[in-house]
């Protein structure tokens, strides 16, 4: 990349418009939000894109968070940007690490709130599950997550600043020098952390650029998963405007369990989320819809229901992960026994379907799906005001 003269020191006492209050935190800016940020601060318009290139690959692609460290800009160039702008993450509170090596990062951010972020390693790959609320509006039954109350969206820089913190912790950025992704540790993102992500549509999408960008963090899309429950509206536009691989938290073969297990559903039944969901694919040039089924003893795991199951997404591109029930304090449901999973998982399997059962992981630590909350987190919402944050 070519390297711009060094900025004189006219282009550093132009007028200013950057908003009081200190300086501007640059991460989770898209890269024309980055490009105006530094024109509004003085940057040469003509300089800007190129500008806001050069520390788009410190940033996202190296892991820098000094601005003194980034040598291809002038020295006084640096200087005014640590001026004007900060490179903030949310703060590590606590990390656990669990017998099978699971992480755990329990996260501050903005306002004194906490969120929970996981690691996930595997033989052949390194999965990050990461969180895009503070809590939860959807109120699952089953879900730990789903007993705290939502308390806000999390931003665009919260959200790709856990993948940045979980990199540092791994020391997963390149190796100048090393063969592409040799060192690559996090080798897959799920948006399957605390809230619903679809109901912090605009964050998300503008967090998974960054981490999609083949000079930021440049994962494909392909190893980008986004789980939601049904929000039906968001659905499609996430074909477009993402294009990541998509994940339903589905669990349930009827509107009257899917009801109570998934509340959602009474706002888009089954019916209308299956008919929505024959059109990602093709949207999104995906390969498969990846169906999430928590396995509920004498609740959902009868031969009726896999049978159902089948029934129902026939002629979707489909697997079905069957996800023994990771239980929490106080929760109103038991795990399914191992001969009921399998049963069901055969039953499916035999339809044609891969239908793999998630091993449980990080238990020890409660980092296992569905049993993340943060449990520190104490503010109280109405339901008028979480009604209209996660804008229902």
């Keep these: 990349m070519p390297v711009l003269p060094p900025v004189t020191q006219d282009m550093l006492t132009l007028p200013r418009k950057l908003p009081e209050g200190g300086p501007v935190n640059l991460i989770g800016l898209t890269r024309e939000g980055l490009r105006d940020a530094l024109i509004t601060a003085g940057t040469p318009e003509h300089q800007a894109r190129m500008r806001a290139g050069q520390i788009w690959q ?6 820098v968070r000094d601005f003194a460290e980034m040598t291809n800009l002038g020295k006084d160039y640096r200087a005014a940007l640590a001026r004007d702008f900060t490179l903030d993450l949310p703060e590590v509170v606590s990390r656990q690490v669990s017998t099978d090596g699971t992480r755990k990062y329990l996260l501050r951010i903005n306002g004194g709130h906490e969120v929970e972020t996981v690691y996930i390693p595997d033989d052949d790959r390194g999965t990050l599950c990461i969180s895009s609320q503070v809590g939860c509006t959807l109120t699952c039954s089953f879900c730990h997550t789903g007993t705290q109350k939502l308390v806000r969206n999390l ?12 990199r540092d912790d791994l020391d997963d950025w390149p ?35 960054i981490v999609m960008d083949g000079e930021g963090i440049s994962l494909s899309r392909r190893r980008i998963t986004l789980s939601t429950s049904g929000v039906v509206p968001e659905i499609a536009r996430t ?48 390969e498969r819809i990846t169906f999430e089924y928590v396995m509920l003893r004498d609740v959902n795991d009868s031969d009726d229901d896999a049978r ?22 106080g929760a109103p449901y038991q795990r399914s026994t191992w001969s009921r999973i399998e049963a069901f998982a055969d039953i499916i399997h035999d339809a044609g379907y891969a239908s793999p059962v998630r091993t449980p992981r ?25 009604a209209a944050e996660a804008g229902l």
């Design 362 to 386: 990080g238990e020890d630590i409660m980092a296992a799906c569905g049993q993340l909350k943060s449990a520190t987190e104490r503010a109280r919402k109405s339901r008028a005001e979480i």
């Design 239 to 286: 074909a477009r405007e993402i294009g990541c691989l998509l994940a339903i938290s589905f669990h349930a073969t009827t509107d009257a369990v899917r009801d109570q297990l998934v509340p959602i559903n009474k706002r888009w039944n089954i019916e209308t989320l299956l008919q929505t969901l024959r059109d990602y694919p093709r949207l999104s040039n995906s």
């Design 308 to 329: 159902r199951l089948v029934q129902l997404i026939k002629g979707i591109p489909a697997k079905i992960n069957l996800i023994p029930f990771n239980e929490w304090p």
């Design 155 to 166: 931003t665009a820089g919260e959200i790709v600043g856990q993948v940045m913190i979980a």
């Design 175 to 209: 190796v100048p020098g090393a063969p592409p992704n040799q060192t690559r540790q996090i080798s897959n993102i799920v948006l399957m952390g605390m809230g619903e992500p679809l109901y912090n549509f605009d964050n998300v999408r503008d967090a998974m650029k």
């Design 58 to 63: 410190w940033v996202y692609n190296k892991g």
